[in-house]
């Protein structure tokens, strides 16, 4: 079965997969390429996106690598209106996601700016009143596992079985979101989020048992450190590995490829769509 979310309404399918681009707007991203803090590289960086056929838009204020510095709600809120106020103009029709894992800042965003999608990096344990938020907004919710804080995170690797945990915490979750009303949900299994290299790996093989939940796949994969390391590169070098790594997404289930590189996973998805009539 294909599954599918409303946002705002309008029905989504999955039929082919989709590109969700990211926007950073803080200074201490891991990829330092992807930082837009300026007007200027914003708008740059969406007309960019827009031009290869993004789907949707993922604006990120908080840096949730281990060893970012932590910032206030306010001071989370001021990095992400003005990409806000530029997407609404350039695109006004792609819906965007918010990564965030405060109630506060998700509900500003949806009030002030239409924000159809919360993605939640913590999946609702940072936040109590994060669930509650989006269940009163209606609005989509991406449910990302992890482990401990961004700053604790790679302290808690210990799985007996990385995937029927991170499965299965993952299904609780969602039948608690489905009792509180929230009808739209993604699911993300957190790559790089209290995984080592390997649970990564193993995840990525697995990654279709996610589709039992029945709900949409997101796999965030962009440049991520299972990559560099296991090549012996960087952030900056990864974009060949993201690719590979984004193509054996989509062909174990994936239905959201969230990018850096938007092109080049357009490109990926467009295969892929030849490989898969």
């Known amino acids: 079965m ?15 997969p989709k590109v969700m681009g990211i926007i950073n707007t803080t200074p201490d991203s891991f990829f330092s390429l992807s930082r837009t803090s300026e007007s ?6 969406v007309e960019r996106m827009i031009e290869v056929g993004v789907d949707y ?21 001021s990095r992400l209106a003005p ?3 530029i997407i609404r103009k350039l695109s006004p029709e792609t819906p965007v996601s918010i990564d965030t894992f405060r109630a506060s800042v998700a509900r500003k965003c949806i009030e002030e700016w239409g924000v159809e999608i919360i993605n939640d990096i913590a999946g609702g344990t940072l ?37 029927a945990e991170v499965l299965s915490d993952l299904a609780f979750k969602i039948a608690s979101l489905r009792q509180l009303g929230v009808a739209d949900i993604i699911v993300d299994p957190g790559f790089g989020f ?17 589709r039992e939940t029945e709900c949409p796949v997101l796999a965030g994969l962009s440049r ?21 790594l984004n193509m054996a997404a989509l062909m174990n289930g994936a239905d959201i490829l969230r990018v850096h590189d938007v092109a080049e996973a357009r490109e990926c998805v467009t295969l892929y769509d030849k490989l898969n009539p």
């Open 2 to 16: 294909t599954p599918t979310i409303s946002i705002k309404g309008e029905l989504h399918t999955f039929l082919s």
């Open 40 to 45: 200027t590289s914003i708008t740059e960086r």
């Open 57 to 77: 838009f993922d604006v990120g204020g908080y840096s949730s690598r281990p060893g970012a510095s932590d910032i206030s709600a306010d001071e989370e809120y």
């Open 83 to 85: 990409a806000l106020d």
């Open 127 to 163: 936040d109590p009143e994060m669930w509650e938020t989006v269940a009163e907004h209606k609005v989509a919710y991406i449910l990302m596992h992890l482990r401990g804080t961004p700053a604790t995170m790679q302290q808690f690797t210990d799985y007996k079985d990385v995937v």
């Open 194 to 210: 209290a995984k080592t290299v390997d649970q990564n790996f193993r995840l990525l093989s697995s990654l279709r048992v996610f």
């Open 224 to 244: 991520k450190s299972m990559i560099w390391k296991t090549l012996g590169s960087s952030p900056e070098e990864a974009l060949n590995g993201t690719t590979a």
